[in-house]
């Protein structure tokens, strides 16, 4: 199992970029897939999450309203449309998929931990 996250890059506060997550074969299949950033010194944090049907949606608190995640099951990918970006968002950002298959609760979605496999990260910069 790949994972490889692209489309990172420098904007402007205000601007806009989206995320894109493209997974080897099916491995994305009947798993959930999330976003996480990291900033040197600091733990990763949840950004979003989608389950494995792409019905379901969860965010961080910091990113509510602006970021948008999104699965295309049939091409294996996730996406993150991240709108309004402010300088505190720069970080590192990876795609992740959740190790539990066809997950149906609402708890694990936040817990890096609960991820097997992830991208290798893309990193977003904010200028203000």
């Known amino acids: 199992v790949q994972l490889q996250a692209f489309g990172g890059g420098l904007v402007q506060a205000g601007g806009s970029l989206r995320l894109s997550c493209a997974a080897s074969?099916?491995?994305?299949?009947?798993?959930?897939g999330g976003w996480f950033r990291q900033t040197p010194g600091k733990e990763r944090e949840f950004v979003a999450a989608?389950?494995?049907?792409?019905?379901?949606?969860y965010y961080g608190d910091s990113v509510k309203g602006r970021f948008t995640i999104s699965r295309d099951n049939a091409d294996n990918a996730m996406y993150l449309e991240m709108n309004s970006l402010k300088p505190e968002d720069t970080a590192v950002y990876y795609c992740?998929?959740?190790?539990?298959?066809?997950?149906?609760?609402?708890?694990?979605?936040?817990?890096?931990?609960?991820?097997?496999?992830w991208g290798q990260g893309t990193q977003v910069t904010v200028s203000s």
């Open positions: 989608i389950s494995w049907y792409g019905d379901r949606t």
């Open positions: 074969g099916d491995a994305f299949s009947k798993h959930a």
């Open positions: 992740g998929r959740l190790k539990t298959p066809l997950y149906s609760g609402s708890y694990f979605y936040s817990i890096s931990e609960e991820y097997d496999y």
